[in-house]
């Protein structure tokens, strides 16, 4: 994982593969914005076609057909990609020769990008299906399937600012999205799944990185959303590109039942759940441990206190902290864990608030433990009567206080 890790960030080298050029350049309404015609079935080049451009200009280009090669997008401003249907990006067999890994479509140092309309597949030696890199602002990334073996689906390093909306990330070689160096993403209506559920993947492995997230499912991947190195995810609804359904939930689903963790929260990062529900279910594994719908660990933290967590079934536990982690709750639902509902060791702390409704913690083989160096308090804010094995169980939000 660690080299992996690294290789996200340190891996920033691109190439883009020059082809035979040839266009159909056509003069577009009003604004005289031109648009540019690139069929790769007929032997074009998106690359060559891109590198004859005033990288200045708002242009749009329209593809047709499947690209094989690395395309390349370096210090654009305005452009926008449409894949006619159809359209495709794909890695091409030949190394791109600087013995480095590749994205196959690169967006650097750019502004104000709109990629819409493609498949892209990678292969086993790409980093990422698509990378951006280099402090990129505003790129929307729109109507996307990638897939393939590329380590990840889409990676975001070096303080870059994407948007995804109605993006399938589909059997990545490790994981959906990378999110590193201080990079902003934000994600709606999309899909990360495994399609059978084995091996190791990540939907979202944030580190460093910032990421908000709202009516988007996760299916079969062994960690839903990893967060460590002080990243911080956000369950929260934002102005939207698509107008959205209801409810905008986010899901993390394992019906395959191979999942570890549905978050992981380590390292110092944050799972802050706002206005937006967080359904999690099936997740953990029925040796318990660590395994559990969120587990946070190594000084992190969990904020639930709209109500809006919803952990049903876990074959592990519903909610794990441990090693100086905190977590706040009021009002959410941790229901059928095969062990413990909340489960509170090494150091830390829950504080359960009073809310709208009371937390439920219910149907869990215990639903609430305590070791006997960390503390649970706010006990008269809970619903029901859970099962308790917790010595520092407080009613109140503290110790009587002078």
């Given amino acids: 994982m660690n080299k992996i890790q690294t290789v996200a960030v340190r891996f920033v080298g691109f190439l883009g593969v020059f082809l035979f050029p040839a266009l159909l350049v056509s003069n577009a309404s009003a604004q005289n914005t031109p648009t540019i015609i690139v069929n790769c079935n007929a032997g074009q080049s998106l690359n060559s076609v891109l590198s004859k451009l005033n990288k200045q200009l708002p242009i749009t280009i329209v593809v047709q057909g499947t690209c094989a090669e690395y395309v390349f997008i370096n210090g654009f401003e305005g452009l926008t990609l449409n894949g ?20 196959v479509l690169s967006i650097v140092a750019s502004r104000s990008i709109t990629v819409d309309g493609f498949a892209i597949h990678s292969g086993t030696s790409a980093l990422a299906g698509v990378g951006v890199g280099e402090n990129s602002m505003n790129i929307r990334l729109r109507n996307l399937t990638l897939d393939g073996p590329g380590i990840f689906g889409l990676i975001a390093f070096e303080e870059s600012q994407v948007s995804l909306a109605r993006v399938t990330v589909r059997d990545p070689g490790f994981a959906g999205a990378g999110v590193f160096d201080v990079s902003d993403v934000h994600i709606e209506s999309s899909l990360f799944e495994s399609a059978t559920g084995s091996g190791f993947h990540e939907a979202l492995n944030v580190g460093s990185g910032h990421v908000t997230v ?29 107008p959205l359904s209801t409810p905008n939930d986010v899901v993390i689903d394992n019906p395959a039942g191979t999942n570890f963790q549905g978050a992981k929260i380590s390292g110092g990062s944050q799972l802050n759940v706002g206005d937006t529900k967080l359904r999690i279910t ?10 559990a719908g969120v587990s946070v660990s190594d000084s992190s933290t969990l904020i639930d206190l709209g109500g809006k967590l919803l952990v049903s079934g876990s074959q592990g536990q519903g909610i794990f902290v441990s090693n100086n982690s905190h977590a706040s709750l009021s009002g959410s639902s941790i229901t059928g864990s095969s062990h413990g509902g909340l489960v509170v060791a090494n150091l830390s702390t829950v504080a359960i608030y009073q809310g709208n409704t009371l937390t439920l913690f219910g149907g869990n083989a215990t639903d609430l433990f305590c070791d006997s160096k960390s503390v649970i308090t706010g006990a008269g804010n809970l619903a029901g009567v859970p099962t308790v094995n917790c010595g520092n169980l407080l009613p109140g939000d503290t110790e009587p206080l002078p």
């Fill in 214 to 242: 709202q009516s988007t499912t996760i299916r079969n991947m062994q960690v839903g959303m990893d967060i460590y190195k002080n990243g911080s995810v956000d369950i929260q609804s934002f102005n939207t590109y698509y």
């Fill in 282 to 291: 099936n997740a953990g594994q029925p040796w318990g441990g660590n395994s």
């Fill in 84 to 103: 006619a249907p159809g359209a495709a990006l794909l890695q091409p067999n030949t190394s791109p020769g600087n013995g480095l890994a590749v994205h």
